[in-house]
């Protein structure tokens, strides 16, 4: 019995220790996205740019042509909404 109290001591402390470190990780995530802000055109930025106009001509571009009897390939979407919404936490 009383190891278990032990036990669910030890892992008390330890959730509010790493919860202390995930709070220093933000803290040092945040300062490199200021950082980066700071310099002007980032990657991120680009990198943003390229994926949200992969998602309108797949969305958008594809269908408002194929309207008109142009057919183009779509691109695969999964892999960029993946990296899309990863580029959006980071930010």
């Known amino acids: ?6 036990e669910l001591i030890k892992n008390g402390f330890s959730f509010f220790q790493k919860k202390q470190q995930n709070k220093a990780d933000e803290v040092a995530q945040n300062q ?21 106009f992969i998602v309108l001509w797949n969305y958008v571009i594809i269908p ?4 008109f009897g142009v057919l183009l390939p779509p691109v695969p979407i999964e892999a960029v909404w993946k990296v899309l919404i990863i580029l959006v936490g980071q930010a």
């Open 32 to 52: 490199i996205t200021l950082e980066e802000t700071c310099q002007g055109y980032t990657w991120r930025q680009g990198l943003g740019w390229v994926l949200t």
């Open 1 to 6: 019995m009383i190891s278990i109290l032990l």
């Open 64 to 67: 408002v042509l194929a309207a």
